[in-house]
């Protein structure tokens, strides 16, 4: 059975950083792309950044750019997120998909694969 896991994800203060992990198991996604996303109460889960299977093609959403860096280890089935310079309004439930093409894996709709969420509360 698949699994996509986060963890990471807690209580941090505004400017502060955190490191989400989204570790698979099941089987291997060396040659997907993988997405991040995330939720905030009351709101759309949105899509934050995406990276393609190789590395060489990764995205961001506008908020997030030169804070949030996305990476993966293909040899540990793991995608990072590594949040810098946190603020209120990144508090949300953050989510990881993976998916065939980078273009899905940006994508809110449909989903192959998606964990079950971690956690992230910026206090100001």
């Known amino acids: 059975q698949v699994h996509l896991v986060e963890s990471g994800g807690g209580l941090v203060q505004a400017g502060g950083s955190l490191r989400l992990s989204c570790a698979a198991s099941?089987?291997?996604?060396?040659?997907?792309?993988r997405g991040w996303f995330r939720q905030a109460p009351g709101k759309e889960r949105e899509f934050v950044a995406a990276?393609?299977?190789?590395?060489?093609?990764?995205y961001y959403e506008d908020s997030v750019k030169g804070r949030f860096t996305i990476s993966r280890d293909n040899s540990k089935n793991t995608v990072y997120l590594q949040m810098n310079s946190l603020k209120p309004e990144d508090t949300a439930v953050y989510y990881c998909?993976?998916?065939?093409?980078?273009?899905?894996?940006?994508?809110?709709?449909?989903?192959?694969?998606w964990g079950q969420g971690t956690q992230v509360t910026v206090s100001s």
């Open positions: 998909k993976a998916e065939p093409s980078i273009v899905q894996a940006m994508s809110v709709t449909g989903g192959h694969y």
């Open positions: 990276i393609s299977w190789s590395g060489g093609n990764i």
């Open positions: 099941g089987r291997t996604f060396s040659n997907y792309a």
